[in-house]
């Protein structure tokens, strides 16, 4: 399993240039692990912006790819969705205790995880955040990443109808968390359309994205993975 922190985030270094934070230097980021690696073979698996990034990959790697699972994302996201993710990258934070962290965290996205309580939020909070130099609780990802999502061009020019009609006879599992306002069923339902053989998936009562822990997403990927290993998918 190769899990990446993409560059800006993580224990992955800040760019000089935040204009580099950009699909089209993740996915060249993405190509030199994969090189490095040594991987023939390999099944994408992203969330959201990976989500994305596991689409655009097949410009340069479908040959090696032997599936892909779309977390919550495909060609089209909705317009509202969109909005709130643009007001959120970014967005900054500063704690004095990981409770309070995830108290804050809790509030922000109470929509996402309505179910959730403080032992869910902590966890959540680990995962994005680290203790800085003042021993303070803050974001672990670089604040300027935020810069050239928020451009009004974006990702211009990437036809991501096209990316997933490429997808044609490779095992593809869409997770749609039922939540969501970035990846309507609407959508889904369009992309099983374009590829009928495409397994797609509702995540009941989360939103945008799942975690891929809950049991429903959690069986569906184990299948998934499990035929595309026996050659069945």
């Known amino acids: 399993l190769i899990a990446p922190d993409l560059r800006g985030r993580g224990e992955s270094g800040w760019a000089r240039d935040s204009l580099t934070y950009l699909s089209l230097t993740y996915l060249r980021d ?38 892909v699972v779309l977390n919550d994302i495909g060609p089209a996201i909705e317009p509202a969705g969109l909005k709130r993710l643009q007001a959120n990258v970014g967005r900054g934070g500063n704690w004095m205790t990981w409770v309070h962290a995830a108290r804050e965290l809790g509030v922000r996205n109470a929509a996402i995880h309505p179910d959730w309580g403080l032992h869910q939020w902590l ?34 020019g990437a036809d991501d109808w096209a990316a997933f009609d490429s997808f044609k006879g490779l095992p593809v599992l869409s997770l749609r968390a039922e939540l969501s306002d970035v990846f309507s069923a609407a959508t889904q339902a369009q992309m099983q359309r374009r590829l009928p053989g495409v397994t797609a998936v509702t995540v009941p009562g989360v939103g945008h994205a799942p975690t891929l822990m809950e049991p429903v997403a959690a069986a569906a990927l184990r299948v998934f993975l499990d035929d595309i290993k026996r050659g069945e998918a």
């Open 30 to 67: 993405l190509s030199l692990v994969l090189d490095a690696a040594g991987v023939d073979r390999f099944v994408a698996i992203g969330a959201s912006m990976g989500g994305l990034l596991a689409l655009r990959m097949t410009t340069a790697h479908r040959a090696r790819m032997d599936g």
């Open 123 to 156: 966890a959540f909070a680990k995962r994005l955040c680290r203790v800085g130099p003042q021993g303070r609780i803050i974001f672990d990802y670089d604040p300027r990443i935020a810069e050239p999502f928020r451009l009004p061009h974006g990702d211009a």
